[in-house]
């Protein structure tokens, strides 16, 4: 996890990370085949702490977007995870990398997740209205977002205050006599 | 720009780069002297024909709010710049990245310029008041986010309407009273 939140994917060395855990390289590749299945493994691994966050029996409504901002919290708190997802998120995007789907995957899901709890906590009808879709990537791109500003400028950029006023200023747009215009 | 915006700096050959062009590497060092530098100028490069848009000539206050949404707009027409900018920005926050000191100045640079067309659009005095700049580096965060959610599912996210959603969101949280609470 390390290696790769310091270097990136590409950039990772084999020998840096066997090096680091007292394997051969050989010894690293008994385990997990070859470079890319180990980033798999790293992610998967890094999910699995997270999955009653983001599982079925995660919050609901609400509850959930308060969670985000809480997750917001608690990474200013945890910098190597916060690198670990910033850098290779965006590194996915490259030709042929093979965590590519694993981010697709990932997003899907995501905007699945935070689209139900806006529809939950402003009481609206799933219609296909896209206005809360439009919503629901807003709120996960700015926490994406605010991470990389974040990691280079640490004093400048509060990324659970940021998080909080824009589902808020959300939360008001979508049900405005649910949230008040004021407050 | 296409190379970079294909494997991330790290991950780039100087072969293919010089391939690319027509030139041997040597012919390549000869102008640019190092990888590094010629990833610096690539982004200076690409900086000089925005140089209008975020120069002290920039449009202000609201005027330079629509303009960020003009750009979500354009930006899903040029996916090349966009793949070019998520990618380096991120991978800039990685161990002795040769970009990471432009990308800190570029967010400095932005969230002022952000900050500053809040506040005169909402007629908000520069009173040292948080939420603003809580408010700048927000917008800011969206743009950027988005950017990596599109280039992985083009279909599933758009991006200026998903920026216009949360520069009026926040507009109306900032001056309720002058963008008005439903609208």
Redesign the interface.
Known sequence: MDTF????Y??ASLAEIAERVGLTQAGVLHYFRSKALLLTSVLELRDQSDIQQLGPDRPQGLAFLRHLVDTAIRNAEREGIV?LY??L???????DHPA?DY??DR??GL?GFVADALREACGLPDDGS??VG??A??V???????Q??W???PG???MA???D??V???L??LA?DRFG??G
Not at 5 to 8: D, E, L, M, N, Q
Not at 140 to 146: F, Q
């Open positions: 939140a310091a270097r990136g590409n950039n690198r910033a850098v998120s965006a590194e996915s995007v490259t030709d590519q981010f697709r997003y899907d905007r896209e206005k439009h919503a990537n807003a996960i791109a700015v926490m994406d977002g605010l990389v500003q990691l280079l400028a400048a950029v509060d205050a940021s998080t006023l824009v808020n200023a959300l008001r747009t405005p215009a004021d």
